[in-house]
């Protein structure tokens, strides 16, 4: 029998999910046990509580990642983030620590409106963009050395791009917004509003 902490732990809702169980103390903490696949028999693993989550309503999963709407409407996630998965703005994965979800970044290059498959991201309070995309949406080709450096090159221009920084998520290359920007002579917009970053095209200005 799956206990928290004492037979009088409160528990107020329990379901099957995350690949095992779930439990929603009176208090409002969850508590997560995961099937122990290693045992021939069912089993599972010792109860943990998910820190940064309060009172969640609602859950939702991918693969090795998850979600919860909490009693207020606030979105989080936790688990895996290979791919950026979870939303909350960072690529390193959180397997034992809900985050809320941000709202995605969209970007716009030379007046088109973008749809890579990896969006801009948020990390330590600066904005990345993903390379490839807007090179190409520019008219530009991406050479990488055997140095590690990488150029753009188009319309007569070498351009180094600037990738102190810089990081993947899966195969995708971000890199700042605002170096790249200045390398390539455009202008860099960014709504508050829409969540909208801009690059203008540099034939534009």
Known sequence: ?????????????????????AAIR????LWTWKRDYLSDKLAFTRPRQMNGIQGPVSFAEGENSHYAVLADGTAMSWGTNLFGQLG????????????????PVSLRVGGVLLNPTQ?????????????????????????AANDGSITMIGHGRS???PT???????????????EL??????SLKWDSRSYEISFTNPSEQ
Do not use: H
């Not at 004492?6 to 690949?19: A, E, Q, V």
């Not at 102190?164 to 605002?178: H, I, N, Q």
């Not at 920007?181 to 455009?186: K, R, V």
């Open 164 to 178: 102190a920084g810089s990081f993947k998520v899966s195969y995708t290359l971000l890199v700042p917004a605002e």
């Open 88 to 103: 909350i703005g960072v690529n390193e994965s959180r397997p034992f620590t809900a985050s809320p979800i941000v709202k």
């Open 159 to 161: 351009i180094v791009v």
């Open 119 to 143: 969006p801009p991201l948020y990390r330590d309070g600066k904005l990345f963009v993903p390379l490839k995309a807007v090179a190409e949406e520019l008219g530009y080709t991406i050479k």
């Open 1 to 21: 029998m799956c206990r928290i902490g004492s037979p009088d732990s409160g528990i107020s809702r329990l379901t099957l999910n995350f690949g095992g169980l």
């Open 181 to 186: 920007a200045q390398s390539l002579g455009t």
């Open 26 to 29: 009176k208090d409002g903490s």
